[in-house]
């Protein structure tokens, strides 16, 4: 909610639609609920319960949120509803980018989706990503669409396919990379966050040279970087 607001998207934390008092009505909505299969006994004190638990068959909160559906849709918005049988690789979603043709990519914990303007979603199929967990999803000025995998490797995407793929310590240098940022200034260069206390700049095809680096010590491990109103957050 707080990086939301810092880019200037109005935000409204509640529980499913309790909070939203003014009656308003959305035109789209995505939801990723908690979906799996959860009895009593196996319950735990722990903040995962929020993301995980879906009642004794997995769709308590599905069906809650359905239930009140309707009331906050537009009469113009379409409700459709996606999972594994559809072709989204995991139940497990991470990131969303949506590319200059109108076409949403979708990561998840085991490979890549894409559903085009028309809503038919597909799995991208590619051995190179297919058991990569995607961190993270930005669409770039150039058209290009840039992720980055918990096994901190990069991979571009265009026109529904991959392109190139890099692992990051190996192919351009940096180890250990948790953050990546677009630069909405010039077309194909990234800021990369590591694990220690230094944001990396460069592009795929050149490299990004230790003398482009900027460090943000005292920080360290950086797991977020966004540009807001000129300024580079991390």
């Known amino acids: 909610c707080i990086a939301a607001k810092k880019l200037g998207v109005e935000v409204i ?5 309790s909070a939203l008092k003014t009656d308003p009505k959305f ?8 979906y799996l299969p959860t009895r009593p006994e196996e319950r735990i004190d722990d903040w995962l319960e929020y993301a995980l638990d879906g009642g004794t068959d997995g769709r308590s909160t599905i069906e809650k949120f359905a239930d009140g559906l309707a009331a906050v849709m537009d009469r113009y918005g379409n409700i459709k509803m996606y999972g ?3 072709g989204i690789p995991s139940a497990l979603v991470k990131s969303f980018a949506e590319d200059p043709d109108g076409n949403i990519y979708i990561g998840t914990a085991t490979g890549m989706a894409i559903c085009d303007t028309e809503g038919n979603l597909s799995r991208i199929d590619d051995p190179r990503i297919n058991e990569e967990y995607v961190r993270r999803l930005q669409t770039g000025i150039d058209g290009i669409t840039y992720a980055l995998t918990t096994k901190n490797n990069v991979f571009t995407l265009q026109g529904g396919k991959v392109l190139d793929f890099y692992e990051t310590g190996k192919t351009l240098g940096v180890d250990n990379v948790h953050a990546l940022l677009t630069d909405p200034e010039n077309p194909g260069y990234l800021y990369l966050g590591d694990d220690t206390n230094h944001i990396w700049y460069g592009n795929l095809k050149d490299g990004f040279p230790k003398d482009k680096r900027i460090s943000v010590a005292p920080m360290s491990y950086i797991n977020s970087i966004n540009i807001i109103n000129g300024k580079l957050w991390v």
Not at 13 to 17: A, E, G, T, V, Y
Not at 27 to 34: A, E, I, K, W
């Open 27 to 34: 035109t789209l909505v995505l939801f990723n609920p908690p």
């Open 13 to 17: 934390r509640s529980d499913l639609f």
């Open 84 to 86: 594994k049988q559809d």
